[in-house]
Protein backbone atom coordinates (compact mmCIF):
# COMPACT_ATOMS: atom_id res chain seq x y z
CA UNK A 1 0.00 0.00 0.00
CA UNK A 2 2.97 2.59 0.71
CA UNK A 3 4.21 1.92 -2.44
CA UNK A 4 1.03 2.38 -4.41
CA UNK A 5 0.42 5.99 -2.33
CA UNK A 6 4.29 6.43 -3.83
CA UNK A 7 2.85 6.19 -7.38
CA UNK A 8 0.36 9.15 -6.78
CA UNK A 9 0.62 11.75 -8.90
CA UNK A 10 1.73 15.10 -7.34
CA UNK A 11 -1.48 16.27 -8.70
CA UNK A 12 -3.48 13.84 -5.82
CA UNK A 13 -4.08 12.87 -2.56
CA UNK A 14 -5.14 10.24 -0.85
CA UNK A 15 -8.32 10.25 1.13
CA UNK A 16 -7.44 10.06 5.05
CA UNK A 17 -9.32 7.99 7.42
CA UNK A 18 -7.99 8.26 10.62
CA UNK A 19 -4.28 9.63 9.07
CA UNK A 20 -4.07 6.75 7.00
CA UNK A 21 -4.80 6.08 3.33
CA UNK A 22 -8.40 4.94 2.64
CA UNK A 23 -7.92 1.71 0.85
CA UNK A 24 -8.78 -1.66 -0.20
CA UNK A 25 -5.96 -4.37 -0.45
CA UNK A 26 -7.82 -7.43 -2.59
CA UNK A 27 -6.74 -9.98 -5.39
CA UNK A 28 -9.60 -8.12 -7.08
CA UNK A 29 -9.13 -10.59 -10.58
CA UNK A 30 -8.73 -13.91 -9.08
CA UNK A 31 -4.92 -14.29 -10.10
CA UNK A 32 -3.77 -15.02 -6.85
CA UNK A 33 -1.66 -11.41 -6.64
CA UNK A 34 -2.37 -8.24 -4.37
CA UNK A 35 -4.03 -5.73 -6.14
CA UNK A 36 -4.50 -2.11 -4.20
CA UNK A 37 -7.22 0.29 -4.73
CA UNK A 38 -7.01 3.94 -3.13
CA UNK A 39 -9.27 6.86 -2.91
CA UNK A 40 -8.00 10.56 -3.91
CA UNK A 41 -8.54 13.55 -4.63
CA UNK A 42 -7.39 16.27 -7.18
CA UNK A 43 -6.32 19.65 -6.30
CA UNK A 44 -4.45 21.35 -3.77
CA UNK A 45 -5.42 22.17 -0.82
CA UNK A 46 -8.78 19.99 -1.10
CA UNK A 47 -10.53 18.61 1.76
CA UNK A 48 -8.62 15.09 2.18
CA UNK A 49 -10.04 14.26 5.26
CA UNK A 50 -12.92 10.79 5.36
CA UNK A 51 -14.21 12.33 8.56
CA UNK A 52 -15.51 15.61 6.92
CA UNK A 53 -16.35 13.79 3.15
CA UNK A 54 -18.66 11.38 4.81
CA UNK A 55 -20.56 13.51 7.32
CA UNK A 56 -24.20 13.62 5.84
CA UNK A 57 -24.45 17.31 6.81
CA UNK A 58 -22.70 18.15 3.77
CA UNK A 59 -25.87 17.09 1.87
CA UNK A 60 -27.40 20.77 2.88
CA UNK A 61 -24.63 23.07 2.52
CA UNK A 62 -25.42 26.15 0.51
CA UNK A 63 -22.56 26.34 -2.01
CA UNK A 64 -20.43 23.91 -1.30
CA UNK A 65 -17.81 23.02 -3.29
CA UNK A 66 -16.64 19.22 -3.37
CA UNK A 67 -13.25 17.99 -4.74
CA UNK A 68 -12.79 15.85 -7.71
CA UNK A 69 -13.03 12.03 -6.31
CA UNK A 70 -11.08 9.33 -8.04
CA UNK A 71 -10.35 5.51 -7.16
CA UNK A 72 -6.61 4.18 -8.28
CA UNK A 73 -6.02 0.60 -8.93
CA UNK A 74 -2.60 -0.77 -8.88
CA UNK A 75 -2.13 -3.94 -9.81
CA UNK A 76 1.00 -6.28 -8.40
CA UNK A 77 2.97 -8.71 -10.61
CA UNK A 78 6.32 -10.02 -10.42
CA UNK A 79 7.04 -7.53 -7.21
CA UNK A 80 6.28 -4.79 -8.83
CA UNK A 81 3.10 -2.43 -8.39
CA UNK A 82 2.18 -0.56 -11.39
CA UNK A 83 -1.53 1.86 -12.21
CA UNK A 84 -4.18 -0.48 -13.65
CA UNK A 85 -7.03 2.46 -13.34
CA UNK A 86 -7.96 5.27 -12.63
CA UNK A 87 -11.37 6.13 -12.39
CA UNK A 88 -13.57 9.67 -11.97
CA UNK A 89 -16.22 9.38 -10.13
CA UNK A 90 -17.29 13.25 -10.29
CA UNK A 91 -17.23 15.39 -6.81
CA UNK A 92 -20.61 14.30 -4.72
CA UNK A 93 -21.21 16.11 -2.07
CA UNK A 94 -20.64 13.06 0.73
CA UNK A 95 -17.96 10.12 -0.02
CA UNK A 96 -18.66 7.34 2.80
CA UNK A 97 -15.99 5.12 1.46
CA UNK A 98 -14.59 1.81 -0.44
CA UNK A 99 -15.99 -1.27 -0.07
CA UNK A 100 -15.48 -4.81 -1.37
CA UNK A 101 -18.31 -7.36 -2.67
CA UNK A 102 -17.65 -11.07 -3.74
CA UNK A 103 -20.41 -11.44 -6.57
CA UNK A 104 -18.69 -15.13 -7.17
CA UNK A 105 -19.00 -18.44 -5.48
CA UNK A 106 -15.14 -19.66 -4.48
CA UNK A 107 -15.72 -22.85 -6.89
CA UNK A 108 -16.75 -21.05 -9.78
CA UNK A 109 -15.35 -20.75 -13.41
CA UNK A 110 -14.23 -17.17 -13.17
CA UNK A 111 -13.77 -14.72 -10.00
CA UNK A 112 -15.91 -11.78 -10.24
CA UNK A 113 -15.54 -8.81 -7.53
CA UNK A 114 -16.71 -5.46 -6.86
CA UNK A 115 -15.54 -2.34 -5.63
CA UNK A 116 -18.16 -0.36 -4.49
CA UNK A 117 -17.82 3.40 -4.28
CA UNK A 118 -20.23 4.91 -1.55
CA UNK A 119 -21.61 8.32 -2.25
CA UNK A 120 -24.23 10.23 -1.44
CA UNK A 121 -26.26 13.17 -3.22
CA UNK A 122 -29.83 14.94 -2.72
CA UNK A 123 -31.63 12.10 -4.42
CA UNK A 124 -30.45 9.38 -2.07
CA UNK A 125 -27.40 6.51 -1.88
CA UNK A 126 -25.42 6.45 -4.93
CA UNK A 127 -23.34 3.68 -5.48
CA UNK A 128 -20.29 3.29 -8.32
CA UNK A 129 -19.34 -0.12 -9.20
CA UNK A 130 -15.68 -0.81 -10.97
CA UNK A 131 -16.57 -5.30 -11.22
CA UNK A 132 -13.29 -6.90 -12.14
CA UNK A 133 -13.86 -10.43 -13.46
CA UNK A 134 -10.82 -13.13 -14.17
CA UNK A 135 -9.15 -12.10 -17.58
CA UNK A 136 -10.58 -9.20 -17.95
CA UNK A 137 -8.13 -6.06 -17.93
CA UNK A 138 -10.67 -3.40 -17.59
CA UNK A 139 -13.48 -3.38 -14.62
CA UNK A 140 -16.90 -2.98 -16.12
CA UNK A 141 -18.75 0.36 -14.38
CA UNK A 142 -22.60 0.14 -13.17
CA UNK A 143 -24.65 2.56 -11.11
CA UNK A 144 -26.46 1.28 -8.30
CA UNK A 145 -28.97 3.60 -6.51
CA UNK A 146 -30.94 3.35 -3.22
CA UNK A 147 -33.16 6.53 -3.36
CA UNK A 148 -36.76 6.77 -3.51
CA UNK A 149 -37.89 5.24 -7.13
CA UNK A 150 -35.06 2.64 -7.40
CA UNK A 151 -33.70 -0.01 -5.30
CA UNK A 152 -31.06 -2.83 -5.95
CA UNK A 153 -30.70 -6.44 -4.35
CA UNK A 154 -27.91 -9.18 -5.19
CA UNK A 155 -29.25 -13.01 -5.25
CA UNK A 156 -27.63 -15.96 -5.42
CA UNK A 157 -29.12 -19.31 -6.62
CA UNK A 158 -28.28 -22.85 -6.28
CA UNK A 159 -27.21 -23.09 -9.62
CA UNK A 160 -25.18 -20.28 -10.28
CA UNK A 161 -21.79 -19.49 -9.77
CA UNK A 162 -21.87 -15.85 -10.44
CA UNK A 163 -24.60 -14.02 -8.65
CA UNK A 164 -27.56 -12.19 -10.30
CA UNK A 165 -28.33 -8.45 -9.64
CA UNK A 166 -32.06 -7.49 -9.20
CA UNK A 167 -33.07 -3.86 -10.13
CA UNK A 168 -36.33 -2.37 -8.74
CA UNK A 169 -37.81 0.69 -10.45
CA UNK A 170 -40.94 2.72 -9.67
CA UNK A 171 -43.05 4.77 -11.66
CA UNK A 172 -46.55 6.06 -12.30
CA UNK A 173 -48.95 4.48 -14.65
CA UNK A 174 -52.42 6.23 -15.36
CA UNK A 175 -55.13 3.53 -14.58
CA UNK A 176 -52.63 1.01 -12.78
CA UNK A 177 -51.19 3.15 -9.68
CA UNK A 178 -47.49 2.83 -9.17
CA UNK A 179 -46.26 0.02 -11.27
CA UNK A 180 -42.76 -1.53 -9.79
CA UNK A 181 -40.34 -3.21 -12.94
CA UNK A 182 -38.17 -5.71 -11.84
CA UNK A 183 -35.10 -6.51 -14.12
CA UNK A 184 -32.44 -8.89 -13.73
CA UNK A 185 -28.84 -8.59 -14.90
CA UNK A 186 -26.99 -11.56 -15.33
CA UNK A 187 -23.22 -11.62 -15.67
CA UNK A 188 -22.61 -12.74 -19.53
CA UNK A 189 -18.70 -13.23 -18.87
CA UNK A 190 -17.68 -9.76 -19.22
CA UNK A 191 -20.01 -7.43 -17.93
CA UNK A 192 -23.88 -7.79 -16.28
CA UNK A 193 -26.59 -7.53 -19.08
CA UNK A 194 -30.21 -6.67 -18.38
CA UNK A 195 -31.88 -10.47 -19.22
CA UNK A 196 -35.74 -10.15 -18.34
CA UNK A 197 -37.72 -7.77 -16.54
CA UNK A 198 -41.36 -8.47 -15.09
CA UNK A 199 -43.62 -5.85 -14.06
CA UNK A 200 -45.26 -6.50 -10.34
CA UNK A 201 -48.64 -5.07 -10.24
CA UNK A 202 -49.70 -6.45 -13.26
CA UNK A 203 -48.27 -9.61 -13.16
CA UNK A 204 -49.51 -9.65 -9.43
CA UNK A 205 -53.24 -9.00 -9.96
CA UNK A 206 -53.39 -11.28 -13.21
CA UNK A 207 -52.34 -13.93 -10.65
CA UNK A 208 -54.86 -12.81 -8.37
CA UNK A 209 -57.85 -12.63 -10.64
CA UNK A 210 -56.99 -16.00 -12.33
CA UNK A 211 -57.11 -17.47 -8.72
CA UNK A 212 -60.39 -15.62 -8.15
CA UNK A 213 -61.87 -17.43 -11.38
CA UNK A 214 -60.78 -20.57 -10.34
CA UNK A 215 -62.10 -20.69 -6.61
CA UNK A 216 -65.85 -19.16 -8.19
CA UNK A 217 -65.70 -21.92 -10.68
CA UNK A 218 -65.43 -24.45 -8.26
CA UNK A 219 -62.56 -25.35 -9.84
CA UNK A 220 -60.27 -26.32 -6.44
CA UNK A 221 -57.75 -28.57 -7.86
CA UNK A 222 -56.80 -26.41 -10.80
CA UNK A 223 -56.57 -23.40 -8.00
CA UNK A 224 -54.15 -26.14 -6.15
CA UNK A 225 -52.05 -26.73 -9.00
CA UNK A 226 -51.72 -23.04 -10.29
CA UNK A 227 -51.70 -21.09 -6.66
CA UNK A 228 -49.78 -23.48 -4.43
CA UNK A 229 -46.30 -24.78 -3.85
CA UNK A 230 -45.86 -27.76 -5.58
CA UNK A 231 -44.57 -29.75 -3.14
CA UNK A 232 -47.81 -29.73 -0.94
CA UNK A 233 -49.16 -33.24 -0.55
CA UNK A 234 -52.54 -33.26 1.27
CA UNK A 235 -55.96 -33.55 -0.28
CA UNK A 236 -57.27 -30.45 -1.44
CA UNK A 237 -59.86 -29.74 1.13
CA UNK A 238 -56.97 -30.09 3.60
CA UNK A 239 -54.88 -27.31 1.55
CA UNK A 240 -57.34 -25.14 1.02
CA UNK A 241 -58.63 -24.79 5.09
CA UNK A 242 -54.73 -24.38 5.96
CA UNK A 243 -54.21 -21.60 3.42
CA UNK A 244 -57.40 -19.49 4.14
CA UNK A 245 -57.87 -18.75 7.85
CA UNK A 246 -61.05 -17.27 9.25
CA UNK A 247 -60.44 -14.01 10.84
CA UNK A 248 -63.31 -14.73 13.66
CA UNK A 249 -63.59 -11.09 15.03
CA UNK A 250 -65.82 -10.15 12.75
CA UNK A 251 -67.78 -12.78 11.48
CA UNK A 252 -68.46 -15.34 15.14
CA UNK A 253 -70.74 -17.60 13.34
CA UNK A 254 -69.61 -21.42 12.91
CA UNK A 255 -68.60 -22.13 9.08
CA UNK A 256 -66.23 -24.17 7.32
CA UNK A 257 -63.21 -22.86 5.36
CA UNK A 258 -63.77 -22.66 1.55
CA UNK A 259 -63.78 -26.20 0.34
CA UNK A 260 -64.33 -28.43 -2.82
CA UNK A 261 -67.81 -29.18 -1.52
CA UNK A 262 -70.35 -27.12 -3.51
CA UNK A 263 -74.33 -27.16 -3.40
CA UNK A 264 -76.79 -26.95 -5.58
CA UNK A 265 -79.07 -23.86 -3.72
CA UNK A 266 -77.88 -21.00 -6.36
CA UNK A 267 -78.83 -19.02 -2.73
CA UNK A 268 -75.63 -20.35 -1.03
CA UNK A 269 -73.49 -20.96 -4.01
CA UNK A 270 -69.95 -19.61 -2.82
CA UNK A 271 -68.70 -17.14 -4.16
CA UNK A 272 -65.08 -15.80 -3.37
CA UNK A 273 -63.62 -11.68 -3.52
CA UNK A 274 -59.77 -11.61 -4.14
CA UNK A 275 -58.31 -8.08 -3.75
CA UNK A 276 -56.59 -6.42 -6.27
CA UNK A 277 -53.04 -4.04 -5.93
CA UNK A 278 -52.42 -0.79 -7.23
CA UNK A 279 -48.75 -1.08 -6.09
CA UNK A 280 -46.22 -3.33 -4.69
CA UNK A 281 -46.52 -5.05 -1.46
CA UNK A 282 -43.25 -6.66 -1.46
CA UNK A 283 -40.55 -5.39 0.44
CA UNK A 284 -37.06 -5.82 -0.95
CA UNK A 285 -35.93 -8.94 0.96
CA UNK A 286 -34.87 -12.34 -0.43
CA UNK A 287 -38.69 -14.13 0.47
CA UNK A 288 -41.13 -11.13 0.29
CA UNK A 289 -44.52 -12.12 0.81
CA UNK A 290 -48.02 -9.95 2.61
CA UNK A 291 -50.64 -10.91 4.11
CA UNK A 292 -54.33 -10.88 1.82
CA UNK A 293 -57.99 -11.05 3.17
CA UNK A 294 -60.69 -13.12 0.98
CA UNK A 295 -64.35 -12.48 1.08
CA UNK A 296 -66.47 -15.15 1.13
CA UNK A 297 -70.13 -15.62 0.57
CA UNK A 298 -72.52 -18.42 0.48
CA UNK A 299 -72.37 -21.32 3.28
CA UNK A 300 -68.70 -20.19 4.09
CA UNK A 301 -69.52 -16.20 4.48
CA UNK A 302 -66.61 -14.79 6.46
CA UNK A 303 -63.37 -12.84 6.15
CA UNK A 304 -60.18 -14.75 5.68
CA UNK A 305 -56.45 -14.37 5.96
CA UNK A 306 -53.76 -15.83 3.14
CA UNK A 307 -50.36 -15.00 2.44
CA UNK A 308 -48.76 -14.53 -0.91
CA UNK A 309 -45.48 -15.36 -1.50
CA UNK A 310 -43.19 -14.31 -4.39
CA UNK A 311 -41.28 -17.60 -5.44
CA UNK A 312 -37.73 -17.01 -5.38
CA UNK A 313 -37.13 -17.36 -9.35
CA UNK A 314 -39.40 -14.81 -9.75
CA UNK A 315 -39.04 -15.19 -13.67
CA UNK A 316 -40.34 -18.46 -13.47
CA UNK A 317 -43.73 -20.04 -14.83
CA UNK A 318 -44.98 -19.94 -11.23
CA UNK A 319 -43.85 -16.24 -10.07
CA UNK A 320 -46.43 -15.96 -6.86
CA UNK A 321 -48.34 -18.25 -4.77
CA UNK A 322 -50.12 -18.54 -1.86
CA UNK A 323 -49.38 -19.98 1.60
CA UNK A 324 -50.78 -20.07 5.08
CA UNK A 325 -50.72 -16.58 6.91
Do not use: C
Not at 209 to 214: A, C, G, I, K, P
Not at 297 to 320: C, I, K, N, W
Amino acid sequence: MRRAIQLLPDTYSPVLSNGEAHAIVRDLHGEDTVDVVIAAVRGADVENRLEVLADISRLYVRGLSSPELFIFVYKSSRRRIEEHGRYGIGAPPVFKGLSFRRLSRPDAPMSVNAVVVETMRGTGLIEEWLIFGSGIEEPTRMTVRDTRNERWRITERDDQKVFNMLRYQTAYEQGSGIETFITRYVWDGRAYRGDESIAVVRSLNAFLDRSETLLNNYEYDAFVEFALPQHLEHDTETVLKQTFVRVPEEFQQSSELPSPEGTSDTSLTPRYILPRVLQSPFSVTDSPSFEIYVRAFGPHEGLYRARVQMATDLFSDSPYFFTSP
